[in-house]
C-alpha cells in the first residue's frame, strides 16, 4: 500500500520505450492482481519518496477468508483498477492529445481531491514532461506543446509540479470526462 507518494505501472519495449499504464496515489494498493498471480508482467515503480506498507500475501489472503467484507473491498479496489485501465487505453487509442492531458488532469485532481491531497482546483502532481508523454502515449515536445496550448487556452495553470484547473467545466467537454468510472462513491 502506497501511505505517502507517488507510483506507477509501466511496461518497456525491447528498444527502450516505457509506457506508463497507471499512476498510483496515497492509499492505492498496486500489487493486488499479485496475490493470485505469481509474477508481474509489469513494472511497479516509485516516482517520488514513498512510504509503503507491505502485507504478506498469506495474510491477505487469510484475512479474506475470514473477512468476506474485506475481501470485497479489496476485489471492488481491483475492478476500479480495471475501470482505470480501460479508460486509459480510450485516450491512448481514440483521445485527441489535448483531451489526454484534460482528462488526465482532471482524473488526477478528483483522486487527489477524494483523498484531501487537492486544493480546491489545484494539486500537485511531481511528474516530468517526460513521465507524462510516456503515460499519454506523446513525446516529451508534444508534451510541451499541449501544454502551452492549454494554457494559452486559459484551462490550465502550472507552476512546475503544481496544477490549477482554470476551467474545469472547458477540460471536462474538451477531455469528454465522465467521473463515473473512478467509482468515488462507495454506492456506485
Not at 470485497?72 to 483498477?81: G, K, N, S, V
Not at 482554470?166 to 469528454?176: I, R, S
Amino acid at each position: 500500500m502506497i501511505a505517502e507518494g507517488f507510483a506507477f505501472r509501466s511496461k518497456t519495449t525491447f528498444e527502450g520505450q516505457r509506457q506508463v499504464l497507471s499512476l498510483h496515489i496515497p492509499g492505492d494498493v498496486p500489487d493486488l492482481q499479485s496475490l493470485h498471480l505469481k509474477v508481474m508482467d509489469h513494472d511497479l515503480t516509485t516516482l517520488t519518496p514513498c512510504t509503503l506498507g507491505f502485507i504478506p500475501h498469506a495474510a491477505v489472503m487469510g484475512l479474506n477468508r475470514e473477512r468476506p467484507n474485506v475481501a470485497a473491498a479489496l476485489w471492488r479496489e481491483t475492478l476500479i483498477d480495471a475501470a482505470i485501465f480501460r479508460e486509459w487505453l480510450l485516450s491512448l487509442g481514440r483521445r485527441s492529445a489535448d483531451a489526454r492531458m484534460a482528462h488526465l488532469l482532471l482524473e488526477l485532481h478528483r483522486r487527489l481531491n477524494a483523498i484531501g491531497r487537492a486544493r480546491e482546483l489545484e494539486f500537485e502532481l511531481p511528474v516530468t514532461q517526460t513521465d507524462l508523454g510516456d503515460c499519454l502515449g506523446l513525446s516529451t515536445v508534444h508534451v510541451n506543446r499541449v501544454l502551452q496550448q492549454l494554457r494559452r487556452d486559459g484551462l490550465i495553470e502550472v507552476q512546475r509540479t503544481n496544477f490549477r484547473l482554470v476551467d474545469p467545466q472547458e477540460l471536462e467537454k474538451l477531455a469528454e470526462f465522465d467521473p463515473s468510472y473512478l467509482h468515488l462513491h462507495p454506492g456506485n
